[in-house]
């Protein structure tokens, strides 16, 4: 013979159950875990970040109505002075719990004046052209208190802003405004 064996009934293997994969438990070294990462995302929430959704087009074409946008809410905090330019958020001066989001055009100290459809700041153009008639145009220039910004929205035709209420306190300031998350044809920084 050389040891070959014909297939038949008697050469067929028995059939196996097949295998049960046992079901994953968790550990208290994993919950311990979980419960650490939520209580971070918890903090970072409550003190350092936050989210908002722009309502309106008075910040557009930076921020438009419905971006979801990353506020930084340590921006300012222990005294820090926004700088020219920074896109921050506050609650109206003029409607209570209202969020509203603009950029700072002068700081504390500047001299501001809105004439000839332009913004100046420190007798230069502050590059916020277009200004509609209807806006304040103010004859003599106005300083900057100290603990106050001016702000101005993008689209000055359509924004309530320091022309309307004047220089804005800097305590009053909820954050800056890092990113726009949402929409994903919009994510980016905010400049």
Same mark, same amino acid.
């Given at each position: ?6 297939? =038949? ?6 059939? #196996? ?7 994953? &438990? ?21 003190? #350092? %970040?936050?989210?908002?959704?722009? &309502? ?15 506020? /930084?809410?340590?921006? /300012?905090? =222990? ?5 020219? =330019?920074? %896109? ?6 003029? &409607?209570?719990?209202?969020?509203? %989001? ?10 501001? &004046? ?10 230069? !153009? ?5 200004? !509609?008639?209807? %806006? ?14 001016? #702000? ?22 909820? =954050?800056?405004?890092?990113?726009? /998350? ?10």
């Amino acid at each position: 013979m050389n040891g070959f064996t014909p297939p =038949g009934p008697a050469a067929e293997a028995p059939e #196996v159950a097949p295998e049960r994969k046992p079901k994953y &438990q968790w550990t208290a070294r994993q919950y311990i875990a979980l419960l650490v990462i939520f209580g971070l995302v918890a903090v970072l929430r409550l003190y #350092v %970040v936050e989210s908002d959704i722009v &309502q309106g087009e008075s910040m557009a074409p930076t921020l438009r109505s419905d971006d979801y946008v990353l506020i /930084y809410k340590l921006a /300012y905090r =222990g005294g820090r002075v926004p700088a020219r =330019g920074d %896109v921050v958020t506050f609650d109206s001066p003029l &409607q209570p719990g209202e969020a509203l %989001v603009k950029r700072v055009v002068a700081v504390p100290g500047d001299t501001v &004046q809105l004439s000839r459809g332009r913004v100046w700041v420190n007798g230069k !153009p502050a590059g916020y052209t277009g200004d !509609p008639p209807q %806006v304040p145009v103010w004859d003599s220039p106005e300083v900057v208190p100290e603990g106050h910004v001016f #702000v101005l929205g993008d689209n000055r035709a359509n924004s309530e802003d320091s022309r309307d209420w004047g220089p804005l306190e800097i305590g009053a300031l909820r =954050g800056r405004a890092l990113l726009v /998350y949402f929409p994903p044809g919009r994510m980016g920084l905010v400049r």
